[in-house]
Protein backbone atom coordinates (compact mmCIF):
# COMPACT_ATOMS: atom_id res chain seq x y z
CA UNK A 1 0.00 0.00 0.00
CA UNK A 2 1.29 3.76 -1.09
CA UNK A 3 2.41 6.13 1.84
CA UNK A 4 1.88 9.82 0.36
CA UNK A 5 2.99 13.20 1.56
CA UNK A 6 1.15 16.20 0.62
CA UNK A 7 3.43 19.21 0.28
CA UNK A 8 1.79 22.58 0.26
CA UNK A 9 1.35 25.75 1.73
CA UNK A 10 -1.39 26.64 4.45
CA UNK A 11 -3.24 29.05 2.39
CA UNK A 12 -3.67 26.40 -0.29
CA UNK A 13 -5.80 24.10 2.07
CA UNK A 14 -9.18 24.93 -0.07
CA UNK A 15 -7.47 23.41 -2.85
CA UNK A 16 -5.61 20.44 -0.97
CA UNK A 17 -7.75 19.36 1.73
CA UNK A 18 -10.27 17.93 -0.94
CA UNK A 19 -7.75 15.89 -2.71
CA UNK A 20 -6.55 14.51 0.85
CA UNK A 21 -9.77 13.68 2.05
CA UNK A 22 -10.21 11.36 -1.68
CA UNK A 23 -6.47 10.46 -0.63
CA UNK A 24 -7.60 9.00 2.59
CA UNK A 25 -10.46 6.83 1.59
CA UNK A 26 -8.71 4.96 -0.81
CA UNK A 27 -5.53 4.47 0.87
CA UNK A 28 -6.01 4.99 4.50
CA UNK A 29 -5.56 8.42 6.45
CA UNK A 30 -2.59 6.76 8.01
CA UNK A 31 -0.71 6.38 4.91
CA UNK A 32 -1.66 10.09 4.08
CA UNK A 33 0.52 12.05 5.67
CA UNK A 34 -1.50 15.55 5.48
CA UNK A 35 -0.17 18.21 8.20
CA UNK A 36 -3.83 18.37 9.70
CA UNK A 37 -4.10 15.43 10.77
CA UNK A 38 -0.69 13.92 10.95
CA UNK A 39 1.17 16.50 13.03
CA UNK A 40 -0.95 16.42 16.82
CA UNK A 41 -0.98 19.26 19.35
CA UNK A 42 2.63 18.20 20.98
CA UNK A 43 4.74 17.22 18.10
CA UNK A 44 7.74 19.08 17.20
CA UNK A 45 6.72 20.55 13.33
CA UNK A 46 10.32 19.83 12.23
CA UNK A 47 10.57 16.70 13.30
CA UNK A 48 6.92 15.22 12.20
CA UNK A 49 7.71 16.72 8.91
CA UNK A 50 11.23 14.84 9.12
CA UNK A 51 9.23 11.40 10.17
CA UNK A 52 6.91 12.05 7.22
CA UNK A 53 9.23 12.52 4.31
CA UNK A 54 11.40 9.74 5.83
CA UNK A 55 10.11 7.02 3.71
CA UNK A 56 6.41 8.32 1.15
CA UNK A 57 5.93 5.92 -1.74
CA UNK A 58 4.36 9.64 -3.20
CA UNK A 59 5.07 13.40 -2.49
CA UNK A 60 2.50 15.29 -4.27
CA UNK A 61 4.25 18.84 -4.31
CA UNK A 62 1.10 21.89 -4.98
CA UNK A 63 2.70 24.08 -7.01
CA UNK A 64 1.32 27.74 -6.23
CA UNK A 65 2.23 31.33 -5.23
CA UNK A 66 2.48 30.85 -2.15
CA UNK A 67 3.87 27.13 -1.97
CA UNK A 68 6.92 28.92 -4.43
CA UNK A 69 7.42 31.31 -1.64
CA UNK A 70 7.65 29.03 1.24
CA UNK A 71 11.34 28.14 2.56
CA UNK A 72 9.49 24.88 4.14
CA UNK A 73 7.77 23.59 1.29
CA UNK A 74 10.90 24.51 -0.65
CA UNK A 75 12.59 22.25 1.71
CA UNK A 76 10.09 19.51 1.64
CA UNK A 77 9.82 19.10 -2.04
CA UNK A 78 13.79 19.33 -2.10
CA UNK A 79 14.34 16.63 0.31
CA UNK A 80 11.43 14.46 -1.71
CA UNK A 81 13.23 14.94 -4.68
CA UNK A 82 16.98 13.96 -3.43
CA UNK A 83 15.18 10.81 -2.62
CA UNK A 84 13.31 10.61 -5.79
CA UNK A 85 16.83 10.69 -7.76
CA UNK A 86 17.75 7.26 -5.01
CA UNK A 87 14.57 5.75 -6.33
CA UNK A 88 13.28 6.15 -3.01
CA UNK A 89 10.07 8.06 -3.86
CA UNK A 90 8.40 9.30 -6.92
CA UNK A 91 7.69 13.58 -6.66
CA UNK A 92 4.09 14.29 -8.42
CA UNK A 93 3.86 18.02 -8.67
CA UNK A 94 0.80 19.37 -8.66
CA UNK A 95 0.33 22.64 -10.70
CA UNK A 96 -2.97 24.99 -9.13
CA UNK A 97 -2.94 28.07 -10.26
CA UNK A 98 -0.58 30.31 -13.25
CA UNK A 99 2.48 29.74 -11.39
CA UNK A 100 5.78 28.83 -13.29
CA UNK A 101 6.87 25.61 -12.39
CA UNK A 102 10.16 25.29 -10.60
CA UNK A 103 12.78 24.76 -13.60
CA UNK A 104 14.38 21.70 -11.50
CA UNK A 105 11.10 20.27 -11.63
CA UNK A 106 10.02 20.94 -15.73
CA UNK A 107 11.12 17.65 -16.51
CA UNK A 108 8.73 15.90 -14.17
CA UNK A 109 5.43 15.69 -15.65
CA UNK A 110 2.62 17.31 -13.42
CA UNK A 111 -0.86 17.33 -12.70
CA UNK A 112 -2.48 20.65 -14.30
CA UNK A 113 -5.09 21.24 -11.71
CA UNK A 114 -5.15 25.35 -12.66
CA UNK A 115 -6.15 23.95 -16.44
CA UNK A 116 -8.15 20.92 -15.71
CA UNK A 117 -10.12 21.89 -12.58
CA UNK A 118 -10.37 20.05 -9.25
CA UNK A 119 -12.37 16.91 -10.31
CA UNK A 120 -10.21 15.87 -13.04
CA UNK A 121 -7.28 16.32 -11.15
CA UNK A 122 -8.22 14.14 -8.56
CA UNK A 123 -8.74 11.19 -10.83
CA UNK A 124 -5.47 11.73 -11.59
CA UNK A 125 -3.89 11.21 -7.91
CA UNK A 126 -6.49 8.94 -6.78
CA UNK A 127 -6.00 5.00 -6.75
CA UNK A 128 -6.58 2.09 -5.45
CA UNK A 129 -7.42 1.24 -1.42
CA UNK A 130 -9.86 2.48 2.08
CA UNK A 131 -9.71 3.78 4.95
CA UNK A 132 -11.01 5.45 7.95
CA UNK A 133 -10.85 8.68 9.46
CA UNK A 134 -11.83 10.48 12.31
CA UNK A 135 -10.72 13.82 10.60
CA UNK A 136 -13.06 16.52 10.59
CA UNK A 137 -13.25 18.67 7.03
CA UNK A 138 -12.90 22.55 7.36
CA UNK A 139 -12.76 23.19 3.68
CA UNK A 140 -15.99 20.59 1.99
CA UNK A 141 -18.24 23.73 1.39
CA UNK A 142 -15.47 25.32 -0.92
CA UNK A 143 -16.22 26.84 -4.12
CA UNK A 144 -13.78 28.01 -6.60
CA UNK A 145 -15.77 30.47 -8.37
CA UNK A 146 -18.03 33.34 -6.69
CA UNK A 147 -20.13 36.72 -7.56
CA UNK A 148 -19.84 40.13 -6.33
CA UNK A 149 -22.89 42.94 -7.13
CA UNK A 150 -21.85 46.28 -8.51
CA UNK A 151 -25.12 48.20 -9.78
CA UNK A 152 -24.82 50.08 -12.84
CA UNK A 153 -28.03 52.43 -12.39
CA UNK A 154 -31.45 52.27 -11.25
CA UNK A 155 -32.42 49.55 -13.78
CA UNK A 156 -28.82 47.76 -14.27
CA UNK A 157 -26.50 45.73 -12.52
CA UNK A 158 -23.40 43.76 -13.68
CA UNK A 159 -22.51 40.41 -11.74
CA UNK A 160 -19.33 39.39 -11.99
CA UNK A 161 -18.44 35.66 -11.32
CA UNK A 162 -14.90 35.06 -10.58
CA UNK A 163 -12.88 32.05 -10.26
CA UNK A 164 -10.32 31.76 -7.30
CA UNK A 165 -8.14 29.17 -8.28
CA UNK A 166 -8.57 27.40 -11.23
CA UNK A 167 -10.23 27.16 -14.59
CA UNK A 168 -14.03 26.59 -14.83
CA UNK A 169 -14.96 25.47 -18.58
CA UNK A 170 -18.47 25.24 -18.38
CA UNK A 171 -20.29 28.72 -17.38
CA UNK A 172 -23.67 28.01 -17.33
CA UNK A 173 -26.10 29.58 -14.93
CA UNK A 174 -29.41 30.33 -13.69
CA UNK A 175 -30.19 34.05 -12.25
CA UNK A 176 -32.85 33.28 -9.65
CA UNK A 177 -35.62 36.60 -9.57
CA UNK A 178 -39.11 37.01 -8.83
CA UNK A 179 -39.79 38.94 -11.88
CA UNK A 180 -41.62 37.78 -14.56
CA UNK A 181 -39.96 37.44 -18.24
CA UNK A 182 -41.61 40.70 -19.39
CA UNK A 183 -39.54 43.07 -16.51
CA UNK A 184 -36.09 41.27 -16.76
CA UNK A 185 -32.84 40.30 -19.13
CA UNK A 186 -29.96 38.97 -18.97
CA UNK A 187 -26.88 39.26 -21.18
CA UNK A 188 -23.36 39.00 -21.43
CA UNK A 189 -21.55 42.40 -22.55
CA UNK A 190 -18.20 41.46 -23.25
CA UNK A 191 -18.75 38.25 -24.99
CA UNK A 192 -22.13 39.32 -26.74
CA UNK A 193 -22.93 35.27 -27.92
CA UNK A 194 -24.75 33.72 -25.03
CA UNK A 195 -27.56 30.58 -24.83
CA UNK A 196 -30.29 31.82 -22.66
CA UNK A 197 -33.79 31.52 -21.77
CA UNK A 198 -36.29 32.23 -19.19
CA UNK A 199 -37.66 29.22 -16.76
CA UNK A 200 -40.45 29.77 -14.56
CA UNK A 201 -41.37 28.03 -11.12
CA UNK A 202 -38.26 26.55 -10.59
CA UNK A 203 -38.25 24.98 -6.90
CA UNK A 204 -35.33 24.81 -4.77
CA UNK A 205 -34.43 22.32 -2.15
CA UNK A 206 -34.78 24.60 0.21
CA UNK A 207 -38.95 24.38 -0.68
CA UNK A 208 -38.39 28.00 -2.21
CA UNK A 209 -39.80 28.43 -5.93
CA UNK A 210 -38.41 31.33 -8.30
CA UNK A 211 -38.58 32.37 -11.59
CA UNK A 212 -34.90 31.75 -13.44
CA UNK A 213 -32.96 33.72 -16.33
CA UNK A 214 -30.77 30.68 -17.80
CA UNK A 215 -27.45 32.28 -19.43
CA UNK A 216 -24.48 30.28 -20.59
CA UNK A 217 -21.11 31.79 -22.66
CA UNK A 218 -20.98 29.58 -25.79
CA UNK A 219 -17.47 28.72 -25.92
CA UNK A 220 -16.08 30.44 -22.91
CA UNK A 221 -14.81 29.59 -19.59
CA UNK A 222 -13.93 31.89 -16.48
CA UNK A 223 -10.64 31.85 -15.00
CA UNK A 224 -8.81 34.05 -11.90
CA UNK A 225 -7.97 36.33 -14.59
CA UNK A 226 -11.21 36.36 -16.66
CA UNK A 227 -14.33 36.50 -15.15
CA UNK A 228 -17.80 36.76 -16.52
CA UNK A 229 -19.97 39.54 -16.36
CA UNK A 230 -23.27 39.32 -16.88
CA UNK A 231 -25.40 42.11 -17.30
CA UNK A 232 -29.43 42.07 -15.68
CA UNK A 233 -31.78 44.83 -16.72
CA UNK A 234 -34.72 45.63 -15.27
CA UNK A 235 -38.01 46.86 -16.66
CA UNK A 236 -39.43 50.46 -14.93
CA UNK A 237 -41.83 49.12 -12.93
CA UNK A 238 -40.55 45.51 -11.96
CA UNK A 239 -39.70 44.25 -8.13
CA UNK A 240 -35.85 44.53 -9.46
CA UNK A 241 -35.74 41.01 -7.91
CA UNK A 242 -31.99 39.29 -7.64
CA UNK A 243 -32.42 36.14 -5.08
CA UNK A 244 -28.97 34.15 -6.21
CA UNK A 245 -27.23 32.29 -8.59
CA UNK A 246 -26.90 28.81 -9.79
CA UNK A 247 -24.36 26.73 -11.66
CA UNK A 248 -24.45 23.83 -13.51
CA UNK A 249 -21.87 21.20 -12.15
CA UNK A 250 -23.16 17.94 -13.66
CA UNK A 251 -26.49 17.69 -16.37
CA UNK A 252 -28.88 16.91 -13.33
CA UNK A 253 -26.21 19.21 -10.44
CA UNK A 254 -27.05 22.68 -9.48
CA UNK A 255 -25.60 24.70 -6.84
CA UNK A 256 -25.79 27.78 -5.51
CA UNK A 257 -23.09 30.48 -5.87
CA UNK A 258 -21.69 32.28 -2.65
CA UNK A 259 -21.60 36.24 -2.97
CA UNK A 260 -18.05 37.36 -2.09
CA UNK A 261 -19.32 40.48 -0.66
CA UNK A 262 -21.53 38.34 1.87
Known amino acids: MSSIFLSHNHNDKPIVEPIALRLAEIFG ?13 GDGIIDAMNKGLSAPDLVFYFV ?9 VELEWQNALFKASQGKCKVIPVRIDDSSMPAVLTQNLYIDLFSNGLEAAILQIVNVAQGNSSFTPQHLGFSN ?3 EIIKISSNETDIFVR ?25 LPDLGMARQGFNKDIK ?11 IASIGGSITPKMPLRIRIKWAENSLHSFEGILHQKGAD ?5 PNIQA
Not at 29 to 41: E, K, L, T
Not at 64 to 72: D, F, I, N, P, V
Not at 163 to 176: D, G, K, R, W
Not at 253 to 257: P, V
Open 253 to 257: EWRTL
Open 204 to 214: LNDGMTYNGIF
Open 29 to 41: QRNVFYDSWSIQP
Open 163 to 187: ASHYLEPHPHFVILTKDTEQEISAS
Open 145 to 147: ISY
Open 64 to 72: SEHSLKSKM
